[in-house]
């Protein structure tokens, strides 16, 4: 249950779970979450990584894709790197290799070849790697063909950067996207406009639903906010100084209505 749903060790510590396991079955001693973290965690790690080396050991030679990423969180650099690779019955497959502390101290490509390099070494797949997936960077460009792989540009990335420096950048969507973001912005600070949101919501027959802020690296995300804005209009409308015009009210609606295609279209696309 802990590995299955990403629970932290303390849980079997925890007053609610002890009360728990004693309904379930009284005389079962829960072991301690040092149990857990320091052996039986360890135990299994062994176990599934000789199976991983086993399925990785039977691929071919250019027969692996594999995906990589860095990213930041609380001051610390991490990287993951993803296997793709077809099976002998056919079935695509992935496996998750590496989610890491980065080893280095920036991210230019030098570093990112070696922390690159190590993960292959470790799980025997030099010679299996056919290509390698990241976003357009350009020190993992440099990093890939230091480590003479082909590098294939992440679309969804590419798209991102398209959209945001086009359609994201017209200045009346820009502004259409600055009240939109200020009305969601209203709602996440204020309690008592929210309430006011949710009555009006029940009065017109509508669920409760609470404003969805946008994230700038997901495009699609945009989409969520605009249409979450054009769902709730009826209810916004009747809150005090939050207010969309009817222009930007149409615009809402046909830039939503774009970019929901064009988010469909990513939907659809194999991930590699």
Not at 55 to 62: A, E, T
């Amino acid at each position: 249950m802990l590995c299955l749903e990403s629970l932290p060790f303390s849980l079997v510590e925890s007053s609610g779970f002890q009360k728990f396991i004693k309904v379930v079955c009284p005389k079962y001693v829960t072991p301690s979450r040092t149990y857990f973290s320091r052996k039986l965690l360890p135990k299994y790690y062994e176990i599934v990584k000789k199976k991983v080396h086993n399925v990785l050991g039977n691929c071919s030679l250019n027969s692996i894709a594999i995906t990589t990423n860095i990213w930041t969180r609380g001051g610390h650099d991490y990287i993951s790197v993803t296997a793709h690779f077809i099976d002998k019955d056919i079935q695509r497959n992935h496996l998750v290799l590496e989610v890491a502390g980065f080893d280095g101290p920036s991210h230019a490509a030098s570093f990112v070849a070696d922390n690159l390099k190590q993960a292959f070494i470790k799980w025997h797949i030099q010679r299996k790697i056919i290509a390698i997936v990241s976003d357009n960077a350009a020190n993992m460009k440099a990093a890939i063909r230091q480590l003479s792989v082909e590098h294939v540009g992440c679309t969804a990335h590419l798209l991102q950067l398209v959209i945001n420096s086009g359609c994201l950048n017209a200045p009346a969507i820009k502004e259409m996207l600055h009240t939109a973001r200020g009305i969601v912005t209203h709602f996440k600070h204020s309690v008592t406009s929210l309430k006011v949101l949710h009555n009006y919501q029940k009065s017109l027959g509508q669920k409760e639903k609470c404003m969805v802020q946008d994230e700038p690296t997901r495009w699609d995300s945009t989409f969520h906010i605009l249409d979450r804005l054009l769902e709730q209009k009826d209810a916004i409308s009747d809150v005090k100084h939050v207010q969309l015009s009817q222009e930007e009210k149409s615009l809402i609606n046909q830039f939503a209505d774009e970019i929901e295609g064009d988010s469909n279209a990513e939907d659809d696309q194999p991930k590699v």
